[in-house]
């Protein structure tokens, strides 16, 4: 079975100053992870994602995140946090093979304050 | 190009009920997943289609069932509705599994009373 921890379910960051979001996972192989961001009244939209490869991973909006093995970890950053970057975000985790069952964490709610 | 589309947006029912919730995918998309998401459990993954097959189910209760038509749209039934099925309906597309990218519509918002 697969899971993740986001831990602290609401993060506020200044304008400008550094987002991060913490993602520890964990997986019987090696995992494929995601972000997704969920806007209010909205469904997800996929921020970036690992398969495999190059384990820093650049998304949409100036988001990036590493994938640490020997961490179990895939935190998202963002170096200058922008109004528009308010919302939920999820860290999500599927096996490599056979579907598309994706095991999601808890979520943050991000807050930017002016 | 049309994203996901899920018809109703908001719908409440008393408990007892059954409701059917729909999606339509992307065109082209084989593959849909159902997630319920709530305040208290999050996102949980319910069950996925590919090809008019289910592929996996989550772990949740005989009342919740689905299915897929040849066109690759989806509806999924709640049947004898609890109180604690209240929540949002996510459902998910993609053109291939495993997934790469999922495409998630904005949902259908149940309210059970």
């Known amino acids: 079975a697969q899971s993740v921890t986001q831990l602290g379910s609401h993060v506020s960051v200044s304008e400008g100053a550094l987002v991060l979001l913490r993602c520890n996972y964990s997986?019987?192989?090696?995992?494929?992870l995601f972000w997704y961001v969920q806007y209010p009244n909205q469904g997800l939209q996929l921020l970036l994602k690992?398969?495999?490869?190059?384990?820093l991973v650049k998304g949409i909006n100036g988001f990036e995140a590493e994938f640490k093995k020997s961490e179990t970890s895939f935190h998202l950053t963002k170096p200058s946090a922008h109004m528009s970057d308010a919302a939920e975000y999820f860290c999500?985790?599927?096996?490599?093979?056979?579907?598309?069952?994706?095991?999601f964490g808890k979520g943050n709610q991000v807050v930017v304050i002016p | 190009k049309a994203g996901v589309t899920q018809t109703p947006r908001y719908l409440i029912k008393t408990r007892g009920q059954q409701v059917t919730l729909s999606c339509s995918p992307i065109?082209?998309?084989?593959?849909v997943s159902w997630y319920q998401q709530t305040p208290g459990q999050g996102l949980q993954f319910l069950f996925e289609?590919?090809?008019?097959?289910?592929?996996n189910k989550g772990n949740f209760p005989g009342r919740f069932s689905g299915r897929q038509f040849s066109n690759s749209r989806s509806e999924m039934n709640v049947s004898t509705l609890e109180l604690g099925d209240s929540a949002l309906y996510l459902c998910?597309?993609?053109?291939?599994?495993?997934?790469?990218?999922?495409?998630f519509g904005s949902g259908t918002q149940l309210s059970v009373l």
């Open positions: 998910a597309s993609s053109w291939q599994v495993p997934n790469e990218k999922l495409f």
């Open positions: 997986s019987s192989v090696p995992p494929y």
């Open positions: 690992y398969t495999t490869g190059a384990t």
């Open positions: 999500a985790v599927s096996p490599p093979y056979g579907n598309n069952r994706l095991a």
């Open positions: 065109s082209g998309h084989r593959s």
């Open positions: 289609y590919f090809s008019e097959t289910q592929r």
